[in-house]
């Protein structure tokens, strides 16, 4: 405050828009980095309380294990990890990130999560929901197992596809500027084609592509990749004009990177400041806290971001390993080899636990404020297999969030 009555809001820090500059060797660029995430890793063990690491099967998370279990021996200890597993077999980590801390010496635990378990705990989980979200499940049930296991404080491996490049769309928009020179034409044509595919087999991904019918703007690939609805879907839910779509549209994503060409770089920045600062952080803190679990996340240290933000988009790519400059670094070859692997997101078997209980979850959803019958055409949509769950999850989360 400056006086009575008087004060400033001023933020310690933020990310600027892209300005790579770093266009050096891929090796020495990993050799810069190997302090670095050791030290970061370290500091982020510090706790006077029970730590363990969320140990999910993927790059990210063995590469946390690899350094923090080296960091625990030269303590005299012994890393502590855990998995959620599943009885739905091919949604389970189970395999791949028992391996990795067989390889690493952790005293590992896997808590299963049942069907049962999720309709038990659904009361419990909209009453920490302090405002929608559609992303928050897996962090309440992960952070449930890690006070389960008598853990305080657990290390997450959130934020490693943004930093280091983990999601496929990033290799898509670096493989040329063909989107932003391609007539506006064209582009409609195409658009339009995928929408209308996406409509007769079911596909609400590729009805998203209705996005870049207009213009093929930063923000509008962004939608493209991760937004929920098409664009005539959102205005059926929401009883919307396209000129107030379009307005809503610019004015939460299309100031943040201003016009230009698309680039992997630009979408990244709004990946980074949408997704996950607005839904995956905000998720973890939440539901984190709603189990007294403190979650950290090294891989998001502002000196990371920092100092890959400046790493030009080339080097955080090879065809033949998922986050080169993340395994390179850390030098192991359990991590090199996590990372030479499909990548498969860690994803709950909710399509499944959602039709066991459609009727309650349904008529959730038809207490949001919004259009009935659009609801209702989604909610059938999701039943009939023609949309998938987050579509649906989130009217019902939006009618679960009004009715408290």
Not at 249 to 254: A, I, L, P, S
Request: include cysteine.
């Amino acid at each position: 405050g400056r006086g009575k009555g008087e004060f400033r809001l001023h933020g310690y820090w933020d990310l600027t828009p892209p300005a790579a500059s770093d266009h050096g060797s891929s090796a020495s660029i990993q050799a810069s980095l190997a302090p670095l995430v050791e030290d970061l890793v370290r500091r982020h063990l510090i706790s006077d309380v029970p730590v363990g690491v969320f140990l999910s099967g993927g790059v990210d998370s063995a590469g946390l294990v690899a350094l923090a279990s080296r960091i625990r021996r030269q303590e005299g200890h012994q890393l502590e990890t855990l998995t959620v597993v599943f009885d739905e077999r091919q949604f389970s980590e189970a395999s791949p990130a028992a391996e990795i801390a067989r390889q690493f010496g952790t005293r590992h635990r896997e808590v299963r999560v049942r069907e049962a378990d999720f309709r038990r705990e659904l009361p419990a989980f909209f009453a920490s929901m302090d405002q929608p979200t559609n992303d928050g499940v897996n962090s309440y049930f992960v952070s449930r197992a890690a006070r389960e296991a008598g853990l305080k404080v657990v290390l997450s491996g959130l934020g490693g596809d943004e930093v280091f490049w983990g999601y496929k769309h990033y290799r898509w928009l670096r493989s040329g500027s063909w989107l932003a020179g391609c007539p506006a034409p064209l582009r409609y044509l195409g658009a339009e084609a995928g929408y209308q595919y996406g409509r007769l087999r079911g596909r609400d991904n590729w009805m998203r592509m209705a996005w870049l019918k207009p213009a093929a703007s930063n923000a509008r690939v962004y939608l493209t990749m991760r937004g929920f609805f098409a664009p005539d879907q959102i205005a059926r839910l929401m009883d919307l004009t396209q000129a107030e779509l379009d307005d809503a549209v610019e004015e939460h994503f299309g100031s943040l990177v201003g016009p230009g060409d698309v680039t992997a770089e630009s979408v990244n920045y709004i990946e980074m400041k949408r997704y996950l600062h607005d839904q995956l952080l905000r998720d973890t803190d939440v539901f984190s806290m709603a189990h007294s679990i403190e979650a950290r996340v090294p891989w998001l240290d502002h000196v990371l971001v920092e100092r890959l933000w400046q790493v030009a988009g080339e080097r955080k790519l090879d065809p033949a390993v998922n986050k080169p400059l993340l395994v390179g670094a850390i030098g192991d070859p359990a991590v090199a080899l996590a990372g030479a692997r499909p990548k498969q997101g860690f994803t709950f078997p909710m399509a499944h636990w959602m039709k066991a209980c459609a009727p309650e979850l349904r008529e959730m959803a038809s207490t949001a404020s919004l259009e009935p019958k659009a609801v209702d055409a989604c909610w059938t949509d999701f039943s009939e297999g023609r949309m998938h769950w987050s579509r649906a999850w989130a009217l019902t989360v939006l009618g679960a969030a009004q009715a408290s």
